[in-house]
């Protein structure tokens, strides 16, 4: 799994994970041309999903860490605008509890970073899910941007049993 560090992306004793399609657990969907998988390893530029539904996708971060910001970018014309993010170490049905960020409108025609704190929560598992995009609620989505870049990655630091859930300041508006 590829979680190393890197001196650009590292923040103190947290870094950005740079998520990839090995970490991809599960997901809702998407079309041939716009595959996950492929928009998450910088194959194609965007995830497409034209089925009008609620969106979502699970990572596997292959270990527990403590999860502190997301970062995301889109620029389409059906971008995600209702977004919640949860964390886990228990993928199961029931494991996800309450999200640790919901975000009104704040990704949408961001061709750059845009970063968010979030409830700091220890999981291995992190799920994104999208309930509205610009076209509507349950609605095609096209996330990403139209470059071959990453569009969506997760902020982490060493998990520690001596860690306390708090709100993390990382990446505060």
């Known amino acids: 799994?590829?979680?190393?560090?890197?001196?650009?992306?590292?923040?103190?004793?947290?870094?950005?994970?740079?998520?990839?399609?090995t970490h991809l657990s599960s997901f809702c969907g998407s079309d041939e041309g716009g595959r996950l998988d492929d928009a998450l390893s910088g194959e194609v530029?965007?995830?497409?999903?034209?089925?009008?539904?609620?969106?979502?996708?699970?990572?596997?971060?292959?270990?527990s860490y403590n999860i502190h910001a997301i970062r995301c970018r889109s620029k389409s014309y059906k971008d995600p605008v209702d977004v919640q993010f949860y964390v886990t170490d228990d993928n199961s049905p029931d494991g996800w509890g309450d999200p640790?960020?919901?975000?009104?409108?704040?990704?949408?025609?961001?061709?750059?970073?845009?970063?968010?704190?979030?409830?700091?929560?220890?999981g291995r598992y992190i799920k994104l899910v999208i309930n509205k995009t610009t076209a509507g609620p349950n609605s095609a989505m096209i996330f990403g941007v139209a470059e071959n870049i990453p569009f969506f990655d997760v902020c982490v630091s060493k998990y520690s049993s001596s860690s306390?859930?708090?709100?993390?300041?990382?990446?505060?508006k």
Do not use: C, Y
């Open 100 to 122: 640790v960020g919901s975000w009104w409108n704040e990704f949408a025609g961001a061709m750059d970073w845009v970063e968010r704190s979030v409830t700091q929560k220890i």
């Open 45 to 63: 530029p965007f995830w497409v999903h034209s089925l009008p539904k609620q969106h979502w996708m699970v990572l596997d971060l292959g270990n």
């Open 164 to 172: 306390e859930s708090s709100s993390s300041d990382a990446f505060k």
């Open 1 to 21: 799994m590829k979680n190393s560090k890197s001196s650009v992306s590292s923040i103190g004793d947290r870094w950005w994970f740079n998520i990839d399609s």
